[in-house]
């Protein structure tokens, strides 16, 4: 079992995913605005996970030639995707069931799209792609436009006060980081070894 899940991580992932959306879709009836973005969100990641890391895939490989500088193995590539789901799970999983009740949520979750966009952006030349796309960079500026347009949403309605936008991209950092050092660890590698590694690339 333990071999399937590493192995199969994207795959189980999408079908979950896919399954909280249709079972959503036929059993409740009402849904607010940010519950009605929380599940597009939960799709279009599931779109950008098969866009990054496999169709055509390759901004993990990116990343460990030009940042991390050492080759991952087919297997730990496949295995990592079951972290980052648990992460993306999160991000919209929590949001959904809070709904307008803790904007906190909400916003955490538009901040991590919004960071998505920004990042594949910024990878272009921190990678030196060659080329004006970064595997995934097309659904990620989806995730941008979606996490933007909820964040004016939220604030043109009043759904949230003041601390929920100061501390929304606290909270992602937080989780962020989490799921990072879990790569890490995975990988072999320390934050400092990423850290070094980008000082001489951008040098």
Known sequence: MKHIMKHYALEIYTVIALLL???????????TVIQ?????????????EWEE?????????LISAN?????????????????????IYV??????????????FALTMATFCI????????????????????????????????GVTLVVYIAVNHLAAWYDYTFAPFLFIACFALMQRSLMAMIGFHYSDIIRNVKQRLG
């Open 36 to 48: 009605q973005f929380a599940v597009f969100m939960s799709f279009l990641f599931v779109l950008h």
């Open 21 to 31: 959306i249709v079972l959503v879709a036929m059993f409740m009836d009402g849904l």
């Open 115 to 146: 960071f998505e966009g920004i990042i594949h952006i910024v990878g272009i030349k921190l990678l030196r792609t060659g080329k004006p796309y970064t595997p995934g960079m097309v659904t990620a500026e989806i995730e941008l436009v979606t």
């Open 67 to 87: 940042i991390l500088q050492t080759e991952i193995s087919l297997e730990t590539q496949k295995a990592s995707r079951l972290i980052t789901a648990v992460f």
């Open 91 to 104: 991000m919209t999983v929590v949001p959904f069931f809070f709904g307008d009740r803790v904007p906190l």
């Open 53 to 61: 890391g496999r169709y055509p895939g390759g901004f993990l490989d």
